[in-house]
């Protein structure tokens, strides 16, 4: 099984940027597609971006296209997300989480099989 931690998370004001990275432990992350989730407090997980294994091809949500940038660097088995132009609205805990079966960029929260514990992301006004 892939262990995933998070990290990068933080208290920024409106228009600034953070990078999220998602360490996976394991020889097999080349092979799995990786994602990345949010939830904010009273509301259901949100897919935000997503990533194939070879790390070329990306989808994201409607909310962060544009400014959201998803990445992989397989030698390094992490996983990125550069934040940019962050709003309020993105305040969240942030979940990095791996797909084993199909190698898509996209998918359903039950599509993904293993889930780091979240960091979180905090938008001032």
Known sequence: QVQLVESGGGLVQAGESLRLSC???GRTFSAYAMGWFRQAPGKEREFVAGIRRSGITTHYG?????????????A???????MNRLK?????V????????FDRDYGTEDEYNSWGQGTQVTVSS
């Open 23 to 25: 360490a996976a432990s």
């Open 62 to 74: 409607d909310s962060v296209r544009g400014r959201f940038t998803i990445s992989r660097d397989n």
């Open 76 to 82: 390094k088995n992490t996983v990125y997300l550069q």
């Open 88 to 92: 309020p609205e993105d305040t969240a």
């Open 94 to 101: 942030y979940y990095c989480a791996v797909r084993i079966l």
